[in-house]
């Protein structure tokens, strides 16, 4: 992954393509959202077995989980409520809304933090706020 003493202006976050990131995400769309990434990206999942959620390692890893989530939560959509940038990172900040299959409501606070390499997602890590009803910290 590349550190920012080695960033080109290619593997720059912009504006521009983040908003096509998050457009394309909101399509559901899995093969419009797997042109955003690298052969080798690396997409950390916020559930998962793993302590950093679950791991997929490859854009055909990448495709399959989404192809698969989008059959359970086909609604599902993300409201971007702002983009931070640092060189070949971005933050985006959102709220993920839709119904699971088994009735969930999604409708979860959370961010995604990208890396970027020659224009793709090398990287991408999310985040989202757990939502309980009980008392408990």
């Keep these: ?13 912009t504006p521009e393509l983040m908003k096509a990131i998050s457009a394309a995400f909101n399509s559901r769309d899995v093969d419009r959202i797997v042109s955003f990434f690298t052969d080798d990206a690396t ?5 998962g077995p793993e302590p950093v959620g679950r ?6 890893a990448i495709r399959k989980a989404l192809a698969d ?9 993300w ?4 983009y931070i940038f640092a060189g070949n990172r971005a933050v985006s900040v959102w709220t993920v809304k839709g119904k699971g299959a088994t009735g969930e409501d999604l409708n979860y606070e959370g961010c995604d933090i990208y890396t970027f390499r020659g ?5 991408k ?3 989202w706020k757990i939502v309980e009803h009980k008392d408990r910290l």
């Design 1 to 13: 992954m590349p550190d920012a003493s080695t960033t080109t202006n290619s593997d720059l976050a």
């Design 125 to 127: 890590n999310t985040f």
């Design 79 to 82: 409201d971007h409520k702002e």
């Design 55 to 60: 791991t997929l390692a490859g854009k055909e």
């Design 69 to 77: 989530r989008f059959k359970v939560i086909p609604d599902m959509r």
């Design 43 to 47: 997409f950390w999942l916020a559930r």
């Design 119 to 123: 224009g793709k997602i090398c990287a």
